[in-house]
């Protein structure tokens, strides 16, 4: 088997948190167990997805806040907050609040662009401002400033009793250095580089320059430490989705094949007119998953991963992958837990 020039370092996940309506507790309970599973099971990180108006976690920060007093070592990140929902003020002092809380271990990924279907939502969300707002990279800008102690305002100091201060409270130093952008093309993975950000990538690339998916992945992550101020040393975090059954019960594999099956025509052109190209979803024992992985461009650059769960799949399921992950596919990528 070939070896990856960037031994695998840190072993993460990515779950989206769904929940039925008519009882939301127990899948955010679910949620928050799956991670309190993970840390047991040695993984680095765990990553939640964000979903508004929908049965997915709409305020990942509270359910990160609630899982950093239920563990107390892996890392906690967020894949990604689009941040048209967001005020970046306001998400600045969630961002640190939260970072305070868990001793320093989150890992906040952001990522720009309109709120999806903009139009249906626009006079609920922005009433009086909504054909003025910047959906672009200067939202980021304005959240780095904030998260990394740039003034938020001219005035400190004190009015009567009350004690004010200039930039957002509570400052967490070193939270800066821990944010990421999640960039599906070029001009992502260059901004991001530039303004000292890390990098994540998933399963979901623009297909400009060509319809290779490890390509174009590869390209990104050298576009982005071309353009970072750490070089070759900037982080950057591969989230592809990964299946593997060496402990799978034989209903188990078929409902992974079945799940991989149904999502694989979406792979083989760029969809719909932003060009957006998928990666196919890995399924199998650990080590063919690995010879898979050590075969793909863009893996062989680096050294940080967080696995996708997918949507639709029970607790169960979850706990047998990321079981598998750590214990076959894990030390089958060369991976050695920290001691």
């Known amino acids: 088997m070939p070896t990856t020039p960037r031994p695998l370092r840190?072993?993460?996940?990515?779950?989206?948190?769904?929940?039925?309506?008519?009882?939301?507790?127990?899948?955010?309970?679910?949620?928050?167990?799956?991670?309190?599973?993970?840390?047991?099971?040695?993984?680095?990180?765990?990553?939640?997805?964000?979903?508004?108006?929908?049965y997915g976690i709409s305020s990942p920060l509270t359910v990160l806040a609630a899982a950093s007093q239920r563990t107390s070592r892996i890392e906690l990140g967020t894949a990604v907050i689009p941040l048209g929902w967001?005020?970046?003020?306001?998400?600045?002092?969630?961002?640190?609040?939260?970072?305070i809380l868990s001793g320093g271990r989150l890992n906040p990924g952001v990522s720009?662009?309109?709120?999806?279907?903009?139009?249906?939502?626009?006079?609920?969300?922005?009433?009086?401002?909504?054909?003025?707002e910047d959906f672009g990279y200067a939202r980021v800008r304005r959240l780095l400033d904030?998260?990394?102690?740039?003034?938020?305002?001219?005035?400190?100091?004190?009015?009567?009793?009350?004690?004010?201060?200039?930039?957002?409270?509570?400052?967490?130093?070193?939270?800066?250095?821990?944010?990421?952008?999640?960039?599906?093309?070029?001009?992502?993975?260059?901004?991001?580089g530039e303004h000292g950000m890390n990098l994540l990538t998933s399963s979901v690339v623009k297909a400009e320059e060509s319809e290779d998916f490890a390509e174009i992945q590869l390209s990104h992550i050298r576009t982005f430490r071309a353009h970072h101020p750490d070089g070759d040393e900037a982080r950057v975090s591969q989230g592809l989705v990964v299946l593997p059954t060496d402990t799978a019960s034989p209903a188990q594999r078929a409902k992974y094949e079945d799940y991989a099956r149904q999502r694989l025509p979406r792979t083989a052109t760029p969809?719909?007119?932003?060009?957006?190209?998928?990666?196919?979803?890995?399924?199998?024992?650990?080590?063919?998953?690995?010879?898979?992985?050590?075969?793909?461009?863009?893996?062989?650059?680096?050294?940080?991963?967080?696995?996708?769960?997918?949507f639709t799949f029970d607790h169960e399921d979850y706990a047998q992958i990321l079981t598998d992950i750590v214990t076959g596919l894990g030390p089958a990528l060369g991976r050695r837990p920290a001691a």
């Open 10 to 54: 840190k072993l993460g996940f990515l779950t989206i948190g769904l929940f039925d309506g008519a009882d939301p507790r127990r899948g955010h309970e679910s949620t928050l167990e799956i991670i309190e599973l993970g840390e047991r099971l040695g993984f680095d990180s765990a990553w939640v997805r964000h979903r508004h108006l929908q």
């Open 86 to 99: 967001e005020n970046p003020l306001r998400l600045a002092e969630d961002l640190a609040t939260v970072d």
């Open 112 to 132: 720009v662009g309109p709120p999806m279907h903009y139009e249906r939502v626009k006079a609920a969300l922005y009433p009086d401002t909504a054909e003025t």
């Open 146 to 192: 904030f998260v990394r102690g740039e003034p938020a305002t001219d005035f400190s100091g004190t009015e009567g009793f009350e004690v004010f201060s200039d930039r957002v409270q509570p400052h967490a130093r070193g939270l800066g250095r821990r944010m990421w952008y999640g960039g599906g093309s070029l001009r992502s993975a260059r901004w991001a």
């Open 271 to 310: 969809q719909g007119p932003g060009r957006m190209l998928f990666a196919p979803d890995l399924v199998g024992p650990s080590a063919e998953i690995a010879e898979r992985l050590f075969a793909h461009a863009a893996f062989r650059e680096v050294d940080e991963v967080a696995f996708a769960l997918p």
